[in-house]
């Protein structure tokens, strides 16, 4: 079974500055997708970022980007440039692309609480 | 913003009694999830389906039914309500049953007293 671990429980960071969030896994599979989710207080849950297992080069968002190092099984998002608006829970997600039961299948971690100071 | 509605936004019932959630996409996507959060432990996935009357169960499936009449509507049933199901729920829909992101509803407040 697969599990995602995020290490960080609570963060902060000063407006503008930069700040990198982590978050490993455990998986035995090849194919599979890895995403960044942000729940700001109003509770949705918005897609930040995704990284395909297959690809070598690290995603970029505007002022999000990962870090993907899959022989470690690691996967931080950086966010750069850090504004007010930033400040959310964030969850890092896996989900299996191989054929079977849990394909497709969110798994997510605890999550990180990020608070963004003025 | 994909077009999800979930209803109630606030639920507040007694021990024992059935509750009913309902998830509506006007997306036209086949796939439909239902999640629990809860605090220290992330997203859960309770069910999700994979077409009308397709139906499987997630990882915490336990105490939960759901069913899937038409496209646009996903229900997920509470039979009989304990505390243990406080939580907020979330739905959420995705166009294929992978290598798509999943997109999610504003989520459901459970609290069951």
């Known amino acids: 079974a697969q599990t995602v671990t995020q290490s960080q429980p609570e963060m902060s960071v000063q407006e503008a500055e930069t700040v990198t969030l982590s978050c490993t896994y455990d998986?035995?599979?090849?194919?599979?997708?890895l995403f960044w989710y942000k729940q700001p207080p109003s509770r949705q849950m918005i897609l930040v970022i995704r990284?395909?297992?297959?690809?070598?080069q690290n995603a970029t968002e505007n002022r999000f980007s990962v870090n993907f190092q899959k022989a470690a099984k690691s996967f931080s998002l950086k966010i750069s440039d850090s504004q007010l608006g930033d400040t959310a829970m964030y969850f890092c997600?896996?989900?299996?692309?191989?054929?079977?039961?849990?394909?497709?299948?969110?798994?997510f971690g605890k999550g990180t609480k990020l608070s963004v100071k003025p | 913003d994909a077009g999800i509605t979930q209803s109630p936004r606030h639920k507040v019932t007694e021990t024992g009694t059935p509750v009913t959630l309902r998830c509506h996409q006007t997306?036209?996507?086949?796939?439909m999830y239902w999640y629990r959060q809860d605090p220290g432990h992330g997203l859960r996935l309770i069910h999700y389906?994979?077409?009308?009357?397709?139906?499987d169960k997630g990882e915490v499936s336990d105490g939960y039914s759901v069913s899937r009449s038409k496209t646009e509507d996903f229900l997920l049933t509470l039979e009989s309500a304990t505390s243990s199901q406080t939580s907020v729920y979330f739905c959420?829909?995705?166009?294929?049953?992978?290598?798509?992101?999943?997109?999610f509803g504003d989520g459901t407040r459970l609290s069951i007293l």
């Open positions: 959420a829909i995705s166009e294929q049953r992978s290598n798509q992101p999943q997109h």
């Open positions: 998986t035995s599979e090849s194919n599979y997708y």
């Open positions: 990284q395909e297992a297959y690809k070598q």
């Open positions: 997600a896996f989900m299996s692309l191989n054929y079977g039961g849990s394909q497709g299948n969110l798994i």
């Open positions: 997306e036209n996507h086949r796939y």
């Open positions: 389906s994979y077409g009308v009357k397709d139906t």
